[in-house]
């Protein structure tokens, strides 16, 4: 079977040259009869939702001003000209805005399949493999955008842990969606790396959007956090947000944007009389800094300090001499998201003189 599918997917790649601006839809292995489809923004495969329909997908409908589709377990609403959907009364961001054209609502397939189950694959946009049965199978991912670097922000934000509201979910499979800003401003290209909590083995990464948002799909039941790791975005602080729990195919949606904040640095370390003084970039609303104190010399002093200021002052006397100290930085928010120190790198304290 997966040679039939993939021998059909080379022919139409050849013949979609011709027709470029018309992508070819395969579904379980055939050819579907989805004549209207069209490439849209961002290279977003656009259908109408009569097609979906006529391929057996499901049953159009209207509802208050809404259009919508169900195939009798899930059921999505759609009204032109919005990024914004609904699954099964669960709000939720669309990879690209609906529209009219020729007095059809235009949609995006790849969340119309994944809502109902599919998995979802394009080929140089001009050929998509929607498999029900996982003969194909693909791992599903945010709807992928232009990912420009985002501009760093000019200050800091306060950031926060925003608790997660649950919908219903009848594809059975789990999903979590939220969004990313910045001082109010929603920032694309921060990566996200999904975690089992405790033990933090990363299970699924994702990128926001243009508009911030992310999405992790198909999620096994169990216990998460969210992070951003300032290893993958050296102009944000290390965020976790986690503690939540994830099962029997629930929708799980952020009702507060993720807010970034810029990456602890400047760090300074200086002397005076007997003590080393350390000083480093503030954040706004922390609760609490806790600097550790590391050393390759076992038997040498490493003691630990707490503060609510951006500063440190360190007694000589509670150090070892003639060491090099490596100091280790975190910040714990009102909102109790842990910061880490800007590229994940350590600073550098030393009593030999």
Not at 57 to 62: A, L, N, P, S
Request: aromatic share 8%.
């Amino acid at each position: 079977m997966l040679k039939k599918i993939a021998a059909l997917i080379i022919a139409l790649l050849c013949c979609s040259v011709l027709y470029a601006e018309t992508p070819l839809v395969v579904v379980d292995g055939a050819l579907a009869s989805v004549e209207n489809a069209v490439i849209g923004e961002g290279g977003h495969v656009m259908v109408p939702l009569r097609d979906l329909e006529t391929i057996g997908w499901g049953k159009v409908g209207f509802s208050g001003g809404e259009t919508t589709f169900t195939d009798g377990r899930v059921v999505l609403a759609f009204v032109k000209n919005s990024r914004s959907a609904k699954l099964n009364s669960l709000s939720v961001n669309l990879p690209v805005s609906t529209y009219l054209l020729n007095s059809r609502l235009m949609v995006p397939m790849s969340f119309v399949a994944k809502s109902l189950g599919y998995d979802y694959e394009t080929k140089k946009a001009t050929v998509v493999t929607v498999t029900k049965g996982g003969e194909t199978a693909v791992k599903p991912s945010v709807p992928a955008e232009q990912k420009a670097p985002a501009a760093q922000p000019a200050q800091e934000v306060k950031p926060s842990a925003p608790p997660a509201s649950s919908g219903v979910n009848t594809t059975g499979k789990n999903w979590f969606q939220g969004a990313v800003a910045y001082n109010g401003k929603k920032i694309q290209g921060v990566k996200l790396t999904l975690k089992t909590d405790p033990g933090a083995k990363a299970v699924k990464t994702a990128v926001s959007d243009r508009d911030g948002v992310f999405a992790f799909y198909n999620i096994p039941d169990g216990k998460y956090q969210i992070v951003i790791d300032n290893r993958d975005n050296e102009n944000y602080k290390t965020l976790v947000f986690g503690g939540f729990s994830i099962s029997g195919g629930a929708a799980k949606k952020l009702n507060k944007n993720i807010n970034l904040v810029l990456a602890l640095n400047n760090c300074s370390v200086t002397k005076d009389g007997d003590y080393y003084v350390v000083k480093w970039s503030n954040v706004n609303n922390v609760k609490f800094y806790k600097l550790s104190t590391k050393c390759a010399n076992a038997k040498a002093k490493t003691p630990v300090f707490t503060s609510t200021s951006n500063s440190v002052r360190i007694p000589a006397s509670q150090l070892s001499k003639g060491q090099i100290y490596e100091l280790k930085l975190i910040a714990v928010t009102a909102a109790n998201l842990t910061i880490g120190q800007s590229n994940g790198k350590n600073w550098v304290l030393s009593t030999a003189n």
